[in-house]
Antibody
Framework: QVQLVQSGAEEKRPGASVKLSCKAS????????IHWVRQAPGQRLEWMGW????????KYSQNFQGRVTITRDTSASTAYMELSSLRSEDTAVYYC??????????????WGQGTLVTVSS | QSVLTQPPSASGTPGQRVTISCSGS????????VYWYQQFPRTAPKLLIY???QRPSGVPDRFSGSKSGTSASLAISGLRSEDEADYYC???????????FGGGTKLTVL
């Protein structure tokens, strides 16, 4: 069965960077893109960016341009999301989610369990 | 960044039919599929509707989706207490080359 398993919770100081992982299993990793979506406490889902599992092409939300980098390791079937210059407003649960289809598609039915990132001095 | 517009809250009594709206633009809902997600506190979103009106296996047929122009709706019939959750719509945005989400609707079962 398809699973996305994310790395554990992180606590960071303002100005630091955080790199999260999302290990996929149960499907051919290169056939689907992986999205990263975050949710601040009590707030809506916010799309951050995505990576094509096959050719590694990426697209980032303008809200995070310059601060977010999404990469992937096909040998490990794992996607990574690094967010730099952290500030308190980045405190949120970060989710990875598989695209619904093999092309330009919104997140589908497979989501990671989420990773809580807390940014505090 | 464009965001789809949803009512912040909705409510109904058990057995009722409730609809949640989602308004967008020609670059997202008007040109691509709409997805709906259900989210309970402290859990990941769950796909409820894909491609406007399709239900994944396991989703009760009490849930239905529709789309017209640049708007979409999620309908829940035979409302149950376990339907109390947050509901989000999403659609691909051609200008952003990525998905946009609605602000979420908190459904309360009275």
């Amino acid at each position: 069965q398809v699973q996305l398993v994310q790395s554990g919770a992180e606590e960071k100081r303002p100005g630091a960077s955080v790199k999260l992982s999302c290990k996929a299993s149960g499907y051919t990793f290169t056939n689907y893109a992986i999205h990263w979506v975050r949710q601040a406490p009590g707030q809506r889902l916010e799309w951050m960016g995505w990576i094509n599992g096959g050719n590694a092409n990426t697209k980032y939300s303008q809200n995070f341009q310059g601060r977010v980098t999404i990469t992937r390791d096909t040998s490990a079937s794992t996607a990574y999301m690094e967010l730099s210059s952290l500030r308190s407003e980045d405190t949120a649960v970060y989710y990875c989610a598989r695209a619904y289809c093999g092309g330009d598609c919104s997140p589908g039915g497979y989501w990671g369990q989420g990773t809580l990132v807390t940014v505090s001095s | 960044q464009s965001v789809l517009t949803q009512p912040p809250s909705a409510s109904g009594t058990p057995g009722q039919r409730v609809t949640i709206s989602c308004s967008g633009s020609s670059s997202n809902i008007g040109s691509d599929y709409v997805y709906w997600y259900q989210q309970f506190p402290r859990t990941a979103p769950k796909l409820l509707i894909y491609r406007n009106n399709q239900r994944p296996s396991g989703v009760p047929d009490r849930f239905s989706g529709s789309k017209s122009g640049t708007s979409a709706s999620l309908a829940i019939s035979g409302l149950r207490s376990e339907d109390e959750a947050d509901y989000y719509c999403a659609a691909w945005d051609d200008r952003l080359s990525g998905p946009v989400f609605g602000g979420g609707t908190k459904l309360t079962v009275l």
